[in-house]
């Protein structure tokens, strides 16, 4: 794929960057983003998530449901907790299983992350490789993460009922799909604009019109209220802070890596 180096601190050079090499970039930058993450929930997340799970356990969060653990195993109605087998440890899943878990994401995120600028480079305004990368970032923790975490945030142990999980999975991915598909067509919308309003106007244009169009549908899809009476307000928000901090770190790691990395490969070009 053809990418032509407009930063401002060097002269334009032309060079073709297989996409080969921004997947293996995007795979590294994946593994950056997902170590940070990894360190940042370990810090920010783990703390509200061990008080959700001891809530839970003593039963003082209104019924105990159990949902976010990583097993996964659903609780039978009235099921003694004793009998329970516990498939992973605890201990395991706030350290080793949370740590695999943040770079698998990561190196996904980065790989699927790398075509997303391929694509999106040269479509976005006359933005440098690296701005593009930043952009693409931006861009993707908006319509990936926040606006689907703002329709249906992310809930602690302690909160949420097992029988409604499958349709709030769905419904979350649904809504990042909307998301998605509603910010192509901004962009869309924008490139067709401005050659006649300017860039300026056309990009107020897309991102008023992807704003409204994505809350009409976010009021029109079902909402859950699950939070049980008694828990805790103030540990409900930092959970959801945590998360949202959490994946802020991966998509900017990701981004500011791969956008390092592209200029290291440019400029090794341009030498060349």
């Known amino acids: 794929m053809p990418l032509t180096d407009t930063e401002t601190d060097a002269p334009p050079v032309a060079a073709t960057l297989s996409v080969r090499s921004l997947l293996v970039w995007g795979l590294l930058a994946g593994l950056v983003g997902g170590l940070l993450a990894f360190g940042f929930a370990s810090a920010f997340g783990e703390p509200s998530v061990e008080r959700s799970i001891a809530i839970e356990e003593a039963g003082s969060g209104g019924h105990s449901h159990g949902e976010e653990h990583a097993t996964g195993d659903a609780h039978d109605h009235g099921a003694p907790a004793e009998e329970e087998e516990e498939v992973v440890s605890r201990a395991f899943q ?79 991915f649904g809504m990042v799909a909307i998301s998605l598909a509603l910010l192509v067509s901004a962009v869309a919308t924008a490139r067709a604009l401005a050659p006649r309003i300017g860039g300026w106007w056309s990009t107020v244009v897309g991102g008023v019109g992807y704003a409204v169009v994505v809350t009409v549908i976010a009021k029109l899809l079902p909402t859950f209220q699950e939070v049980p009476d008694g828990f805790p307000g103030s540990l409900l928000w930092e959970f959801r802070i945590a998360s949202l901090g959490t994946s802020a770190v991966l998509w900017s790691g990701i981004g500011i890596t791969f956008a390092a990395l592209l200029h290291r490969g440019l400029t090794r070009t341009r030498v060349a």
Do not use: C, E, K, Q
């Open 94 to 172: 706030s350290t080793g299983g949370l740590g695999i878990g943040a770079v698998a994401y990561g190196l996904g995120l980065g790989g699927l992350f790398s075509l997303a600028f391929a694509f999106a480079y040269g479509r976005v305004g006359s933005l440098s490789p690296r701005a593009t990368s930043l952009a693409v970032a931006g861009l993707g923790y908006l319509a990936v993460v926040l606006v689907p975490f703002l329709t249906y945030p992310a809930n602690p142990p302690a909160v949420g009922n097992p029988d409604t999980i499958g349709d709030r999975t769905g419904l979350f």
